[in-house]
């Protein structure tokens, strides 16, 4: 890589470690592939903005249990997921891609414990800095459960296999963001089916930070595409009633006593976990986010902690979870690594980019539709807010192109 007398001269590479290879993950790896390389960050808009003096040698070790980059879509995955090996912009002899499980991280001697997936073998992998982005473990069959893309092919059959099947109509349970995301794509999967959303609440997305004419557009919508909405009523038992065949009819009972007969359930309702137990208990709060500082440092406190990072879904920042601030918070790290990376050769000052407060900001696909808010443009939406936001393929090929991962990586 480093060639030219731009190249800063190191006994060996600076180690970063990057744990989770999605929206976030990906960004900070990029972001670091461009800077050592002494290129401007794809991600860096800045008009009078210049690319570093120097070329610095690196080595990223990019860990992921899946075998690829995919959406959070039981429905579209099996369209998006592409293998880590099948990505042009990451293959690059500065990255090491490792299909593992981080097991545990030892902040103080920069040590981190990995179950190599393949060979199924623990290793140690010793670094310079860590970047966190391991994202929230989510219940089946709200996000697909599967490692590798041919299990997923097979589980994304079934689901829709699931779908199909049921004669009795398909009911989600749970009205939040993602619960009413899937009950919309239920329709797009299958126009014909019987969609049921079941809430608890008077109003969907009643946990979310958003104004009342934003949920109840997301109602308005939802049962225009022919969704059924069933609101202020508790799901207190599901039971599997009869059996024809190889199908099950399920029961379901609400808090006012009223049955609903469901040929599949889809549970929407349980919590995300964030994905940290492999970091040290003080570095999480009480629900196991790390509570970054605006630098995506870790808290203060922690061994080493200026240099370890964390992004994406697991860090307390944003009010509402997004791939868009995912991928940003990957380049603000990054890019953070890369100025403590001169700072330690060079003996310069960092000059970080700091996160900004994030407002909440939502867009929402919804069948043929889409609904977004923005403090700025409040409540909107319409069928060209989907191509807008989400192109055809619920954002996939935005995200893509927007990391420019067809790019074949530059040395
Ligand atoms: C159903 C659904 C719909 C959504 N719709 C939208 C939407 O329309 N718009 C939007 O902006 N956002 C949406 N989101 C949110 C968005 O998907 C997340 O904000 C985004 O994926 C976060 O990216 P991330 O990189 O932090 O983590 P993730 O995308 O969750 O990725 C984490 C990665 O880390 C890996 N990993 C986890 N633990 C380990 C470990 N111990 N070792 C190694 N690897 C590990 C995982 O395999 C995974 O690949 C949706 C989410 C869901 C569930």
């Not at 989600?172 to 999967?189: M, P, T, Y």
């Not at 595409?225 to 009819?249: K, M, N, P, Y």
Request: glycine share 6%; hydrophobic share 40%.
């Amino acid at each position: 890589m480093v060639s030219d007398d731009r190249a800063i001269s190191l006994s060996r590479p600076f180690r970063v470690l990057i744990v989770g290879g999605s929206y976030s993950g990906l960004s900070a790896a990029l972001t670091l592939l461009d800077l050592c390389n002494g290129r401007l960050a794809r991600f860096n808009y800045t008009a009078d903005a210049k690319p570093p003096n120097n070329q610095i040698p690196i080595h990223i070790t990019l860990v992921d249990e899946r075998d690829g980059f995919s959406l959070a879509s039981e429905s579209f995955a099996s369209k998006t997921w592409i293998q880590f090996a099948d990505i042009p912009a990451l293959q690059s002899s500065n990255i090491q891609l490792i299909r593992g499980s981080v097991n545990s991280v030892n902040p103080r001697e920069k040590i981190a414990h990995i179950l190599d997936l393949k060979s199924n073998h623990a290793r140690e992998e010793q670094y310079d800095f860590l970047i966190a982005g391991s994202g929230l473990r989510r219940a089946f069959p709200t996000v697909p459960q599967s490692l590798l893309k041919e299990q997923f092919l097979a589980e994304a059959k079934a689901h829709q296999r699931n779908i199909q099947n049921a004669r009795e109509g398909v009911v989600v349970v749970g009205g939040g963001a993602v619960g009413v995301e899937v009950a919309a794509e239920l329709k797009i999967l299958e126009p014909w089916q019987k969609v049921t959303l079941v809430h608890s609440r008077d109003q969907l997305l009643s946990a979310e930070p958003l104004p009342d004419d934003f949920k109840e557009r997301v109602c308005a919508v939802l049962r225009e595409v022919g969704v059924e909405i069933i609101l202020g009523q508790r799901v207190i038992a599901t039971t599997a009633s009869t059996t024809e065949g190889d199908r099950q009819i399920w029961q379901l009972t609400l808090a006012d006593q009223t049955r609903v007969k469901a040929g599949h359930v889809i549970n929407a309702v349980s919590k995300s976990v964030p994905t940290t137990s492999y970091l040290p208990q003080e570095a999480m709060d009480t629900e196991g986010y790390v509570p970054i500082r605006s630098s995506l440092q870790f808290p203060e406190g922690i061994p080493n902690a200026d240099h370890h990072f964390a992004v994406g879904d697991i860090a307390t920042w944003a009010a509402i979870k997004r791939c868009g601030g995912a991928m940003h918070m990957g380049y603000y790290a990054a890019n953070n690594v890369h100025q403590l990376i001169l700072s330690e050769s060079l003996n310069v000052k960092p000059d970080f980019l700091h996160l900004a407060d994030a407002p909440p900001v939502i867009g929402l696909a919804l069948g043929d539709n889409a609904v977004s808010y923005t403090s700025a443009d409040r409540t909107q939406h319409g069928k060209h807010l989907l191509e807008l936001m989400f192109g055809d393929d619920m954002g996939h090929s935005i995200c893509w192109n927007y990391m420019r991962l067809s790019e074949p990586c530059k040395a």
